[in-house]
C-alpha cells in the first residue's frame, strides 16, 4: 500500500512538473508573439520599450534560443534605425543575447545570420570597423546561407555586405547587384514555419532593390 501510494504522489508531482513546463512554454511563446505584432505596427520611438521587454523574457528563458535571439535582433533593428549617438549603444545592448542565441544554436542559419547582420550594425554604429568587421560579418553570411541556401535574411546580410563595401574592396552597387536579385527570388518563394519564425527583412530588401531602379 506505502508502495502505491508513493508512486501515487511521485506521479503526481511529474505530471505537475509537466504541466507547469508547458506553461511556462505557452506563457513566453505568447508575450514573444504580443511583441513581435506589435512592433510590426509601432514607429521606432516605440520600440525601445517593447525591445526591453523582449530582452527581460529572454533573461528569464535563458536557454530558449528563440528569445535570445529576438532580444538580439530588436536591438540590432534599433541600432540601424536610431540615431548615430544611440546606435553603439543599442548595438551594444544586442551583443549578448546575439551571442547567447549563436552559442546555443551554432549552426543554425538565422542564428548565424543575425550574427553578420549584427556586425554590420557594429560598422553603421562606427564606421572605422568596417575594415576589421566587414569580412567577419561576410563570412557568417556565407555560413548561414551553407546551412541553408533558401534564407533570403542570410542572402540579404551579403548583398548588404557587398553593396556597402567600398568597390575597391571588392564590393559596391554594382557587384551587389546579382545577389540583390538572388535576394529577391528567395524572399519569393519563402514562407515561415510558424508564427514565431523569423519573418524579417523583406522591407529591407525592397529598399535596397529600389536603389536600382
Not at 546579382?178 to 519564425?197: I, N, S
Request: a positive charge.
Amino acid at each position: 500500500m506505502k508502495r502505491l501510494l508513493l508512486l501515487f504522489w511521485v506521479m503526481t508531482a511529474w505530471w505537475s512538473s509537466a504541466l507547469f513546463a508547458q506553461d511556462s512554454m505557452r506563457s513566453w511563446q505568447t508575450v514573444l508573439q504580443a511583441q513581435l505584432q506589435a512592433l510590426e505596427k509601432v514607429p521606432p520611438p516605440q520600440w525601445p520599450a517593447y525591445t526591453d521587454t523582449l530582452a527581460e523574457l529572454a533573461r528569464t528563458h535563458p536557454q530558449e534560443w528563440l528569445l535570445q535571439y529576438y532580444a538580439g535582433w530588436s536591438y540590432t533593428q534599433l541600432s540601424f534605425k536610431a540615431e548615430k549617438k544611440k546606435a553603439e549603444q543599442y548595438s551594444e545592448q544586442a551583443a549578448p543575447f546575439v551571442k547567447k542565441a549563436l552559442e546555443l544554436q551554432p549552426h543554425h542559419t538565422e542564428t548565424l545570420t543575425l550574427m553578420g547582420y549584427w556586425l554590420s550594425a557594429r560598422i553603421n554604429a562606427v564606421p572605422s570597423r568596417g575594415a576589421s568587421l566587414g569580412s567577419e560579418s561576410r563570412q557568417y553570411a556565407e555560413k548561414a546561407i551553407d546551412a541553408d541556401p533558401s534564407n533570403p535574411r542570410a542572402s540579404l546580410v551579403k548583398a548588404l555586405n557587398i553593396y556597402y563595401t567600398p568597390a575597391i574592396f571588392g564590393g559596391g552597387k554594382k557587384r551587389a547587384r546579382p545577389t540583390v536579385v538572388e535576394t529577391g527570388e528567395k524572399f519569393a518563394r519563402f514562407t515561415p514555419a510558424d508564427a514565431l519564425a523569423p519573418n524579417w527583412g523583406r522591407n529591407i530588401y525592397d529598399v535596397l532593390n529600389a536603389s536600382y531602379q
